[in-house]
Structures are given as C-alpha cells and as structure tokens.
C-alpha cells in the first residue's frame, strides 16, 4: 500500500490565489519529499524536509511536517498559470531505509 | 551524462511477448529506482538498488518482472510474457546516495508501454 496520501485529488484555484496540498504518511520516516510532474513527463524535486524539521522555505513554496500527526502541507503562494501540474509527497520510512515511496498526488489546476 | 535517460520512450508490444527497458542514470549516482504509472495514477514503487545489488524487490508486481544493474550504472527492466495491465509509464530514478543521506530523486521521462 502507498505510503502517502495527498489531499486534495484534484485542486482548481484562480491565479493569484495561494494553493495548500496536504499529505499523510503511515510510519515513521527520515525525510519527506515534494515532487512535481507536468502531464505526461518525469518527476523534478520541489522541497526536502527532513524529520527534525518543521518548516522550509523555497522561493514561492512553503512546506511543513508535523511528525506527530504524520502529515505535511505544501502551499504555494501566488499561483501562476505555469504551477498547474500534479504534486506528489515522497517518503522513506525509518524502518525500510531503502526505498522512497510516492503518494497519490494531488493535480492543481490554475484558472488564468 | 547530464541526466537519466530512458529508452524506449515508447513501445507498443503484443500481448505475449518480451519487453526490455533501459535507464542510463546520472554518472557518480549510487541509487537507482523503477516505479510504474498507470494513466492519471500515483507512482507505484517496484524496485530500488545500491550499486548492482537490490536490496528491495518488494515492489514487482509478479515474476514475469525482473530487473538488472550492471557496473553500478546502467539498469535493465525486463517484464516477460507481457500482459494488457502491464501498460504503463515506466519511470526511473537515480540519486547520489542512500534515501536517508541523499534523498533527493532525478527522473527520468518515463518509457510509455502500451501492450495489445
């Protein structure tokens, strides 16, 4: 089973707006991992946070972990026409340090 | 070379029949990863190695699935006697290091299958 979920599915907000995806993870992790795919092409690295972080910042992006409730949230503030992607939350558990294991992802949609 | 690169990008395949992947990762990059993605889903892991060795084949989904990493680098993915759910992207993968020191992943475009 995946070890993230985002939330929302699918996101549609005007430009301009700020954006917040949220995702849960099961176990205990290392580091926590935001990704970024346009339709139909390879993944790139946003933001990592790692487990003793709880905030970071990267441009227009801003992540949080809590680790207590095993959840993190990107926002994306003043969002442009260009962010409209899917969004994916990475995770390597604790206990298997040998894999990094992908959310659903979350598909933002930015109305010009 | 200066990113991973996949080959083929496209590949359509009789039901039945053999198909090989290849991912050529960035040089000096230790980890090397396979996942799948079905059309409009999240990425499915299938598997990771260190060097040549793997250390989690969790993620194959059957044993008609192998995969191979030759020299550290190059890797093959080989799915046998394809089957019409076997139709995916095909992504890989390549990072300095282990997940806990160097997670940060660099993909690859992804090698789209289509089997009939």
């Known amino acids: 089973s995946q070890q993230g979920e985002e939330d929302p599915q699918a996101l549609s907000i005007q430009e301009g707006e700020n954006a917040t995806m949220n995702c849960s993870y099961k176990?205990?992790?290392?580091?926590l991992q935001w990704y970024r795919q346009n339709s139909g092409r390879g993944l790139v690295h946003l933001i990592l946070?790692?487990?003793?972080?709880r905030e970071k910042h990267s441009g227009r992006l801003r992540v949080t972990l809590d680790t207590s409730k095993k959840s993190s949230s990107l926002l994306i503030t003043a969002s442009r026409a260009a962010d409209t992607a899917s969004y994916f939350c990475?995770?390597?558990?604790?206990?298997?340090?040998?894999?990094?294991?992908f959310g659903s992802g979350t598909r933002l949609s930015i109305r010009p | 070379g200066a990113g991973v690169s996949q080959s083929p990008s496209n590949k359509v395949t009789e039901k039945g029949k053999d198909v090989e992947l290849r991912c050529d990762p960035i040089?000096?990059?230790?980890?090397l990863y396979w996942y799948r993605q079905s059309l409009g889903q999240g990425l499915e892991f299938l598997i990771y190695?260190?060097?040549?060795?793997?250390?989690?084949k969790s993620g194959l989904p059957s044993d008609r699935f192998s995969a191979e990493r030759t020299g550290g680098s190059v890797s093959t993915l080989t799915i046998q006697r394809t089957q019409q759910e076997d139709s995916a992207v095909y992504l890989c993968?390549?990072?300095?290091?282990?997940?806990?020191?160097?997670?940060?992943?660099?993909f690859g475009e992804g090698s789209r299958l289509t089997v009939l």
């Open positions: 190695f260190q060097g040549n060795s793997a250390p989690d």
């Open positions: 946070i790692r487990s003793n972080e």
């Open positions: 990475a995770t390597d558990a604790k206990s298997s340090a040998s894999k990094i294991i």
């Open positions: 040089s000096g990059h230790t980890a």
């Open positions: 176990t205990s992790i290392n580091n």
């Open positions: 993968a390549s990072s300095l290091g282990p997940p806990a020191n160097t997670g940060e992943l660099f």
